[in-house]
């Protein structure tokens, strides 16, 4: 059975940080292209963040670049997402996916398992 799990999440001011994890089990993680998204309340799912196999290539949205950078521990099982300078736009629930084709990059539709999610929660 496969599972991602997010942590990390929480409550920050703005300009702080926080470093947000998935834990991945019962899939073969180091074949799976891995990629972050949110939803903020109100408002639809979208992408954050992607990584390729290898992490050899990422990608990400232009609200993250700069200041979000997303990496992956192969050995662990574990991709990561470290976001510094957070502002209180960046409240939302976190998500977690993989992607065995290793093509859907931005798309949320070829990703194929999803975590549950971590709230983080900027305040002003």
């Known amino acids: 059975q496969v599972q991602l799990v997010e942590s990390g999440g929480g409550l920050v001011q703005a300009g702080g940080s926080l470093r947000l994890s998935c834990a991945a089990s019962g899939l073969a993680f180091s074949r799976y292209r891995m990629g972050w998204f949110r939803q903020a309340p109100g408002k639809e799912r979208e992408f954050v963040a992607t990584i390729s196999r290898s992490s050899d290539t990422t990608d990400y949205a232009d609200s993250a670049k700069g200041r979000f950078t997303i990496s992956r521990d192969n050995a662990r099982n574990t991709l990561y997402l470290q976001m510094n300078s957070l502002k209180p736009e960046d409240t939302a629930v976190y998500y977690c996916?993989?992607?065995?084709?290793?093509?859907?990059?931005?798309?949320?539709?070829?990703?194929?398992?999803w975590g549950r999610g971590t709230q983080v929660t900027v305040s002003k």
């Open positions: 996916a993989a992607d065995l084709s290793g093509n859907a990059y931005r798309r949320q539709s070829g990703y194929e398992y």
